[in-house]
């Protein structure tokens, strides 16, 4: 300890110019917006509190100094999350090996020499986050973005489509590879594995992304579902692949062939649709690296400006602690925002018994923070904090004991799945017999709603609009023929229904009205 208090004071003293690598903490959004502004800082990782950031001149006031003309060849940095019960022990650990630039009694940011050093290994779950220059946080990537929330029946059909019989196997494939560290043979054999169901799909664009790190490292599996109307707006779902423990071996059923498990039902499940917005379907390599795989799909995305409108990750979605009630903690940080309130107004629609709860994790991360950090919004629905899978990292990450309910795993699959499918909009050729027979004939947009809704038809004759309340009274009638608002201030907050006549038949959606803000 007594190094770290020397080097502490080494760098708050440091002042000079050029580039320097800073730590930078924050109370609120708005500051890192402002910080922003300035135009001499590059954000690389917003964690909850805190920026890491390149100042290209003299850094600001507020912030600590970690290294001058940090980005040399050959020179990396890392975020290591310390665990709670014995943090001097891993930052002692550290510090036998690596250059330490910043403690504190969570996490430490150390310096890594990439020649003759290996990078840093995870003391908890998600422990390690690469800092990377490649990822530079702007605001507003995603412009003029409108989440609105619109009721599909055909969502109704494809949550229950999730499948116990198809997602389970493929947790227990991916648990039998034994390891699925990144730089194994057995991650490649899972690489190609994945790759190979994709594939299976021949709606699918499936390719292997390469990115640097180190030597023989398993790729990022991609698969593009291209969308009908706007292909270059993104949905993008993910989920990391490769596994890692302190034992013997690294089964990773819950961290992460669940999460990958759930991606590939959603592949198999919504390459039956077609959606106006494309779909990507990614399983990143190298999570427990350091977020590497993800940092570099969020990176060169950026870079290429692709316009992504959400990201929806999958990392541990099977173990379910004691008969605690199925529920997820949210995992966004505040510039997810928007993102968080769809996917809560998405699921109070479809899955209203599924509660939302919004959280933080002391330690450690997971691969929506790559986005996030790149200046999408990323979230990250988790299965608790703190009480998520007490195997994680050990030999008996396993089904069974880690992955121990397959009916959370499949509420967790449906959530995403229909806020994937809210975002990515179901494609309905409007008119033809195809839509007749299969889709829906009314949407209605906001859901939740206050003062107003708007009700649109997709017919070319007047719909019967009829809404009841929880209790089966009418409230309110009206005749649509293509789209109409109606005012719904006269109806108290609550939960209703919303039936729709037409010579097609007669279909039902739930609004609803939430207290005028």
Known sequence: ????????????TATGFGQQLI?????????????????????????????????????????????QEPWSPGVSYFLVWLPENNSSDA???????????????????????????????????????????????????????????????????????????????????????????????????????????????????????????????????????????????????????DSYSWGSTAPGADDNASGTAAVLELARILTQYEFEKSIIFCTFSAEEVGLIGSEYYASQAQAQGMDILGYFNFDMIGYRNGNDPIHTDMIA??????????????????????????????????????????????????????????YIHTVQDLVGPSVNSPEMATTFIQANLASVVSLSTPYVPVGTEAFIHDNTTLHLFPNPATSNVTFRSTVNEPLKIIIFSSLGQQVLQRTVSGQLTVDITSLSSGVYVVQATSQYGTEFHRLIVSPTQ
Request: aromatic share 12%.
């Open 1 to 12: 300890m007594k190094v770290f208090t020397l080097l502490l004071g080494l760098l708050i």
């Open 23 to 67: 730590l930078n903490s924050y109370s609120n959004y708005a500051e890192i917006e402002s910080l922003y502004a300035t135009g001499s800082i590059s954000i690389h990782h917003i964690g909850t509190d805190f920026i890491i950031a390149t100042a290209s001149d003299e850094a600001p006031a507020s912030a600590l100094v970690l290294k």
């Open 91 to 241: 930052l002692n650990e550290l510090t036998d090996i690596y250059t330490l630039l910043y403690a504190d009694a969570s996490k430490a940011i150390i310096e890594v020499h990439q020649a003759s050093q290996p990078g840093p290994m995870p003391f908890v779950h998600g422990g390690v986050v690469r800092i990377s220059p490649a990822s530079t946080w702007t605001p507003n990537v995603v412009a003029d973005a409108k989440y609105v929330i619109d009721t599909f029946q055909t969502i109704y059909e494809m949550i229950a489509m999730v499948d116990t019989g198809e997602f389970m196997p493929t947790i227990r494939h991916l648990e039998n590879y034994g390891t699925r560290y990144c730089q194994s043979p057995e991650a490649v054999e899972a690489q190609n594995w994945i790759k190979a169901k994709f594939e299976e799909y021949p709606e699918l664009v499936v390719e292997l992304q390469d990115f640097p790190y180190g030597s023989g490292s398993s790729d990022n599996v991609i698969a593009t579902l291209p969308g009908k109307v706007n292909p270059d707006q993104y949905i993008v779902m993910g989920s990391h692949y």
């Open 333 to 390: 940080p505040a510039s997810a925002t928007e993102l968080v309130d769809f996917y809560k107004g998405v699921v109070a629609i479809y899955l209203p018994d599924f509660n939302v709860y919004d959280a933080q994790l002391s330690g450690g991360d997971s691969d929506h923070t790559s986005f996030n950090n790149n200046g999408y919004m990323g979230i990250f629905p988790f299965e608790d904090v703190p009480n998520y899978s007490p």
